[in-house]
Protein backbone atom coordinates (compact mmCIF):
# COMPACT_ATOMS: atom_id res chain seq x y z
CA UNK A 1 0.00 0.00 0.00
CA UNK A 2 2.57 2.51 0.92
CA UNK A 3 4.17 1.91 -2.64
CA UNK A 4 0.78 2.52 -4.33
CA UNK A 5 -0.12 5.78 -1.85
CA UNK A 6 1.05 8.31 -4.20
CA UNK A 7 -1.33 7.26 -6.87
CA UNK A 8 -4.45 6.81 -4.42
CA UNK A 9 -7.33 9.29 -3.84
CA UNK A 10 -10.32 8.48 -1.41
CA UNK A 11 -13.55 9.80 -0.58
CA UNK A 12 -16.18 10.15 1.59
CA UNK A 13 -19.28 11.79 3.00
CA UNK A 14 -19.30 12.76 7.00
CA UNK A 15 -22.96 14.05 8.43
CA UNK A 16 -23.49 16.62 10.85
CA UNK A 17 -26.94 18.34 12.54
CA UNK A 18 -26.30 22.22 12.73
CA UNK A 19 -27.87 23.77 15.40
CA UNK A 20 -30.94 24.46 13.27
CA UNK A 21 -31.54 21.39 13.68
CA UNK A 22 -30.63 20.53 9.98
CA UNK A 23 -28.74 17.70 7.93
CA UNK A 24 -26.16 18.61 6.31
CA UNK A 25 -23.26 16.23 4.27
CA UNK A 26 -19.65 16.71 4.11
CA UNK A 27 -17.95 15.66 0.61
CA UNK A 28 -14.51 15.33 1.06
CA UNK A 29 -11.05 13.73 -0.55
CA UNK A 30 -7.88 12.79 0.83
CA UNK A 31 -4.40 11.81 -0.93
CA UNK A 32 -3.00 9.00 0.73
CA UNK A 33 0.47 9.64 0.23
CA UNK A 34 0.85 13.44 1.19
CA UNK A 35 -2.54 13.31 3.17
CA UNK A 36 -3.41 16.66 1.87
CA UNK A 37 -7.66 16.87 2.22
CA UNK A 38 -10.07 18.52 0.16
CA UNK A 39 -13.79 20.11 1.68
CA UNK A 40 -14.87 19.74 -1.72
CA UNK A 41 -18.28 20.54 -0.60
CA UNK A 42 -21.19 20.87 1.99
CA UNK A 43 -24.80 20.19 1.23
CA UNK A 44 -28.42 19.52 3.31
CA UNK A 45 -29.79 17.48 -0.28
CA UNK A 46 -26.75 15.22 -1.93
CA UNK A 47 -28.32 15.01 -5.46
CA UNK A 48 -26.79 13.56 -8.02
CA UNK A 49 -25.98 16.41 -9.77
CA UNK A 50 -24.83 18.34 -6.50
CA UNK A 51 -22.42 15.20 -6.27
CA UNK A 52 -21.11 15.25 -10.07
CA UNK A 53 -20.89 18.92 -9.82
CA UNK A 54 -18.47 18.42 -6.76
CA UNK A 55 -16.35 15.90 -8.56
CA UNK A 56 -15.63 17.75 -11.64
CA UNK A 57 -15.02 20.58 -9.41
CA UNK A 58 -12.96 18.33 -7.10
CA UNK A 59 -11.06 17.19 -10.68
CA UNK A 60 -10.62 21.04 -11.91
CA UNK A 61 -8.86 21.59 -8.46
CA UNK A 62 -6.30 18.42 -8.78
CA UNK A 63 -5.27 19.61 -12.32
CA UNK A 64 -4.46 22.70 -11.06
CA UNK A 65 -2.44 21.54 -8.25
CA UNK A 66 -0.76 18.85 -10.02
CA UNK A 67 -2.25 16.27 -8.75
CA UNK A 68 -4.53 14.92 -11.50
CA UNK A 69 -1.59 13.58 -13.10
CA UNK A 70 -0.51 11.30 -9.89
CA UNK A 71 -3.28 10.13 -9.30
CA UNK A 72 -4.95 6.76 -10.30
CA UNK A 73 -7.00 5.23 -8.22
CA UNK A 74 -10.36 6.53 -6.00
CA UNK A 75 -11.18 4.61 -3.21
CA UNK A 76 -15.19 5.34 -2.30
CA UNK A 77 -17.93 3.03 -0.27
CA UNK A 78 -21.00 1.83 -2.36
CA UNK A 79 -23.26 4.61 -1.01
CA UNK A 80 -26.06 5.30 -2.79
CA UNK A 81 -25.96 8.87 -3.24
CA UNK A 82 -22.70 8.30 -5.84
CA UNK A 83 -24.03 8.22 -9.40
CA UNK A 84 -22.61 6.29 -11.72
CA UNK A 85 -21.82 9.02 -13.84
CA UNK A 86 -19.16 10.43 -11.77
CA UNK A 87 -16.74 6.97 -12.48
CA UNK A 88 -17.11 7.72 -16.10
CA UNK A 89 -15.83 11.45 -15.10
CA UNK A 90 -13.08 9.86 -13.47
CA UNK A 91 -12.50 7.45 -15.95
CA UNK A 92 -11.97 10.47 -18.66
CA UNK A 93 -9.58 11.81 -16.40
CA UNK A 94 -7.42 8.09 -15.94
CA UNK A 95 -9.10 7.26 -12.54
CA UNK A 96 -10.09 3.90 -11.52
CA UNK A 97 -12.90 4.19 -8.67
CA UNK A 98 -11.97 1.08 -6.27
CA UNK A 99 -15.58 0.53 -4.04
CA UNK A 100 -14.80 -0.92 -0.86
CA UNK A 101 -16.40 -4.24 0.59
CA UNK A 102 -19.79 -4.46 2.30
CA UNK A 103 -19.26 -2.89 5.77
CA UNK A 104 -15.52 -2.98 5.55
CA UNK A 105 -14.62 0.37 6.58
CA UNK A 106 -10.48 -0.69 7.12
CA UNK A 107 -10.67 -0.94 3.25
CA UNK A 108 -10.89 3.27 3.45
CA UNK A 109 -8.99 3.65 6.38
CA UNK A 110 -7.08 6.87 5.95
CA UNK A 111 -10.10 8.50 4.72
CA UNK A 112 -12.35 7.27 7.99
CA UNK A 113 -9.12 8.30 10.12
CA UNK A 114 -9.59 11.88 8.90
CA UNK A 115 -13.47 11.74 9.33
CA UNK A 116 -12.25 11.00 12.88
CA UNK A 117 -9.76 13.79 13.48
CA UNK A 118 -12.66 15.89 11.73
CA UNK A 119 -15.40 14.98 14.72
CA UNK A 120 -12.89 14.72 17.18
CA UNK A 121 -11.17 18.33 16.54
CA UNK A 122 -13.98 20.26 15.29
CA UNK A 123 -17.50 18.82 14.85
CA UNK A 124 -17.44 17.37 18.44
CA UNK A 125 -15.98 20.37 20.01
CA UNK A 126 -18.06 22.90 17.83
CA UNK A 127 -21.75 24.63 17.74
CA UNK A 128 -22.41 24.81 14.08
CA UNK A 129 -25.03 27.63 13.79
CA UNK A 130 -26.71 26.61 10.45
CA UNK A 131 -25.24 25.85 6.77
CA UNK A 132 -23.81 29.25 6.57
CA UNK A 133 -21.29 28.44 9.39
CA UNK A 134 -20.29 25.13 8.40
CA UNK A 135 -18.28 25.95 5.53
CA UNK A 136 -16.83 28.50 6.89
CA UNK A 137 -15.63 26.34 10.15
CA UNK A 138 -14.31 23.64 7.67
CA UNK A 139 -12.05 26.09 5.43
CA UNK A 140 -10.36 26.84 8.76
CA UNK A 141 -10.09 23.47 9.68
CA UNK A 142 -9.27 22.15 6.02
CA UNK A 143 -6.29 25.06 5.95
CA UNK A 144 -5.03 23.95 9.64
CA UNK A 145 -5.02 20.67 8.86
CA UNK A 146 -3.29 20.93 5.13
CA UNK A 147 -1.05 23.75 6.77
CA UNK A 148 -0.55 23.36 10.37
CA UNK A 149 -1.37 19.57 11.98
CA UNK A 150 1.57 17.22 11.92
CA UNK A 151 1.47 13.76 10.59
CA UNK A 152 2.91 10.35 12.31
CA UNK A 153 2.86 9.10 8.21
CA UNK A 154 4.45 12.19 7.56
CA UNK A 155 7.66 12.59 9.92
CA UNK A 156 5.25 15.50 11.96
CA UNK A 157 5.08 17.24 9.44
CA UNK A 158 1.80 18.73 7.92
CA UNK A 159 1.06 18.15 3.78
CA UNK A 160 2.17 21.74 2.91
CA UNK A 161 4.85 22.23 5.50
CA UNK A 162 7.95 20.49 5.80
CA UNK A 163 9.26 18.91 9.07
CA UNK A 164 11.12 21.04 11.21
CA UNK A 165 14.37 20.41 12.46
CA UNK A 166 15.25 19.76 15.95
CA UNK A 167 16.10 22.78 17.52
CA UNK A 168 20.13 23.30 19.50
CA UNK A 169 21.02 23.67 23.06
CA UNK A 170 21.35 27.72 21.97
CA UNK A 171 18.37 27.71 20.90
CA UNK A 172 16.56 26.06 23.58
CA UNK A 173 17.61 28.34 26.08
CA UNK A 174 15.86 31.38 24.22
CA UNK A 175 13.47 29.59 23.05
CA UNK A 176 9.50 31.37 22.70
CA UNK A 177 6.65 30.12 21.20
CA UNK A 178 3.30 31.69 19.94
CA UNK A 179 0.09 30.61 19.39
CA UNK A 180 -2.72 31.74 17.03
CA UNK A 181 -6.37 30.50 17.97
CA UNK A 182 -8.41 29.71 15.68
CA UNK A 183 -12.72 29.58 15.48
CA UNK A 184 -12.49 31.09 18.37
CA UNK A 185 -10.13 28.33 20.64
CA UNK A 186 -11.04 25.38 19.09
CA UNK A 187 -7.48 24.99 16.65
CA UNK A 188 -4.80 25.88 18.45
CA UNK A 189 -1.76 26.64 16.51
CA UNK A 190 2.35 26.95 17.67
CA UNK A 191 5.28 28.17 16.31
CA UNK A 192 8.88 29.18 16.88
CA UNK A 193 9.52 33.57 16.86
CA UNK A 194 12.95 34.45 15.64
Avoid at 6 to 31: K, N, P
Avoid at 72 to 99: C, M, N, Q, S, V
Amino acid sequence: MRSQAEAILAMDFVETVTLAVQRQYIFAAVHHASRRVWIVGTTAHPTHAWITQAVCNLLMGLEDTGYVARITFLIRDRDGKYPALIDEILGGAGIATILTGVRMPRMNAIMERWVKSLRGELLDRTLIWNEAHLPHALREYERHYNEHRTHRSLAAAAPFRARLQPLGPDRIERLAVLRQDRLGGVLHEYRHTA
